[in-house]
């Protein structure tokens, strides 16, 4: 259904009923979508209308965060507006890419303070999600290098927040996965680097022990991130490969950005079996020198392997998939995730993306993922058996004081969700507060009553 809506600045605004999903491909929904050109035809809409709307980037969070039955396409509101050389504070619309970014500036010697292991998002959905990176236990997340952005309410005024202006407004928001507004443009610093290449020295371990050895002896390396076997059991249960890296110093600049291969299309969803994936994690482990190498890797090879497949999420078939994503406080890491490895080999339900990191120091935002301690993301494909595995997980996760990172949830259950954000309460009220919540909805905000 294709309705002809508004005519604005010249410009032809047509919503479209459309079947909108995540990264992951699950859930499925119809919604609406509205793609703006200026910000002032997008506060006219959303004065003048009513029902849920959210903002949407590029779609890479992995469930239903960005559907709703109205979407506000972001990726229109896309110039870079300003740029201080002596401070590298960069202001751009929210719908600028990081890839555009690393564009830019890489070969001018700047890099982001912080980078999920995508460089396919949008500003507004780093800030909306609160990413972090390889270097979450030096740095902390995309927040912290945030100075301010601007913020559409509901009632379509634009509001200026920071760490001292509208504080409660920064706080809910960045972690807020689009419920407080919509963020429209935004400052942060980028950090200088001297090169476009990666030291990256790589530790392959034994077992989950040695892998937190190695994690904590590398601690002061900047970044670091493991590829766990989690099909792996017994005495190599948690055997890993650890990659950690810190930028050359060689003045290379000459950054260009790989385009690799594609995934043409959906595959059938047997491809993706126990067998497969524990061949290919066996291959994965073999393939890893023993003991610790050295070598040098390119930007996108070290922070974004995964973008040089495009649509590398159809190797999970039509059904989709869905990303696990938790975190544990520091005490209680290691035998909470014995636990959690134990139940998924015991299930036979084994993800060869299995990525496994050491965080820092939590943040005070309210709904923002990290806490000080160990995270694990495994992805699986959707089907029947998996849901009651992952809500085991997740009564392990909570036990244990953990949480789960609503950008790539799609199916957790309310009371997972307030049991792991203590800080919720605060986040409803600022909702409340300025009368967000009548308004900014998502599938998932639904899903959870947030
Ligand atoms: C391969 C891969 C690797 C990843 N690695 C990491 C990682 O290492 N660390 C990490 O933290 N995340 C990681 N992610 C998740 C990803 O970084 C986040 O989901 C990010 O928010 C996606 O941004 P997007 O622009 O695609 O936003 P979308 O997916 O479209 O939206 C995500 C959320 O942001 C909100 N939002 C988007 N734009 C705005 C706006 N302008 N104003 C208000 N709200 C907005 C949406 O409402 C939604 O709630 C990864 C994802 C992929 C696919």
């Known amino acids: 259904m294709v309705c002809v809506t508004l005519l604005i600045h010249q410009k032809i605004i047509v919503n479209k009923k459309i079947t909108l999903s995540g990264w992951g491909g699950y859930p499925v929904v119809t919604g609406e979508e509205l793609p703006f050109y200026t910000s002032a035809a997008l506060r006219e809409k959303l004065t003048s209308g009513s029902g849920d709307i959210i903002a949407r980037g590029n779609g890479r969070s992995y469930g239903d965060s960005a559907l709703s039955s109205m979407v506000v396409h972001m990726r229109r ?68 290098c945030v100075k301010s952005f601007d913020l559409l309410l509901a009632d379509g005024r634009v509001v200026t927040c920071s760490a001292s202006e509208n504080r409660d407004l920064f706080l809910a928001t960045c972690g807020g996965m689009g419920l407080t507004g919509i963020i429209l443009q935004a400052r942060f610093y980028l950090k200088r680097v001297r090169s476009c290449f990666i030291e990256q020295t790589t530790i392959k371990t034994k077992n989950l022990r040695e892998t937190f050895g190695a994690f904590e002896r590398h601690a002061d390396s900047p970044y670091s991130v493991a590829w766990i076997d989690c099909l792996s059991t017994g005495d190599s249960m948690g055997r890993s490969v650890l990659m950690t890296g810190r930028f050359a110093d060689d003045g290379d600049l000459s950054y260009r950005s790989s385009n690799g291969v594609s995934v043409p299309f959906h595959l059938p969803g047997f491809v993706l079996n126990k067998m497969s994936v524990k061949a290919f994690n066996g291959i994965y482990y073999r393939k890893a020198k023993n003991g610790q190498s050295n070598n040098r890797v390119s930007v996108d090879g070290f922070f974004y392997p995964l973008d040089a497949i495009g649509n590398w999420n159809r190797i999970y078939g039509r059904n989709g998939f869905t990303q696990y994503q938790f975190i544990l406080p520091e005490a209680v890491s290691y035998e909470g995730l014995t636990q959690i490895l134990q139940e998924i080999a015991g299930a036979g339900a084994g993800s060869f993306l299995a990525v496994l990191k050491l965080y820092g120091r939590e943040n005070d935002n309210y709904l923002s993922f990290p806490l000080e301690g160990y995270g694990l993301a495994l992805d699986f494909k959707i089907e029947k058996k998996l849901f009651g595995l992952l809500d085991r997980l997740d009564e392990i996760v909570v036990d244990y004081g953990g949480r789960i990172f609503l950008t790539k949830d799609a199916r957790m259950s309310r009371e997972t969700f307030e049991r792991g954000y203590p800080r919720l309460k605060m986040f409803r009220e600022v909702r409340k507060k300025y009368d967000l919540d009548s308004r900014f909805n998502s599938h998932q905000s639904r899903r959870l009553q947030i």
Not at 96 to 107: A, R, Y
């Open 77 to 144: 509101f896309n110039r870079m507006l300003a740029f201080d050389e002596t401070t590298g504070l960069l202001t751009c619309e929210a719908g600028v890419l990081l890839s555009e970014i690393l564009e830019v500036f890489l070969p001018r010697g700047w890099f982001l303070k912080i980078t999920p292991g995508t460089k396919l998002i949008t500003v507004g959905g780093a800030i909306a999600s609160d990413v972090h990176g390889k270097n979450h236990h030096v740095e902390g997340c995309f927040s912290s």
